[in-house]
């Protein structure tokens, strides 16, 4: 059984991850949430702040950088329905507006 070690980390430090969105949602950039977790999660790992976090991450776990993008992008957006009172299936998918290589 081949296990991604970048979803057991999410899974892992997953309520500290959770704040990152809180925060993004509190500095009203919830479309920029994925960079938040990616940064966090490079952070987790040791590493500096980067301008690519998205590369950064992908190369901590040694993972195609797509993969990386929609394993954070989905636990984003999991994680931000995890805040609301709505059912999850009501409410839409973030609409991210990062690239993978810009942290804008």
């Known amino acids: 059984m081949d296990i991604n070690p ?3 980390d999410l899974k892992k430090y ?6 990152s ?3 993004a949602m509190g500095f009203n950039e919830l479309t920029k949430a994925d960079v938040h977790i990616a940064r966090a999660i490079a952070e987790i790992n040791g590493e500096l702040d980067s301008s690519r976090p998205f590369h950064q991450v992908a190369d901590i776990y040694n993972l195609p950088l797509d993969e990386v993008v929609a394993n ?4 984003t957006n999991k994680g ?3 805040f ?8 839409p998918d973030i609409d991210f507006e990062s690239d993978m290589d810009s942290s804008d």
């Open 6 to 8: 970048l979803i057991s």
């Open 84 to 91: 609301l009172i709505f059912d999850p299936q009501d409410v």
């Open 80 to 82: 931000y329905k995890s």
């Open 21 to 23: 969105i809180e925060i």
């Open 14 to 19: 997953k309520e500290e991850l959770l704040d």
């Open 72 to 75: 954070i992008r989905d636990f």
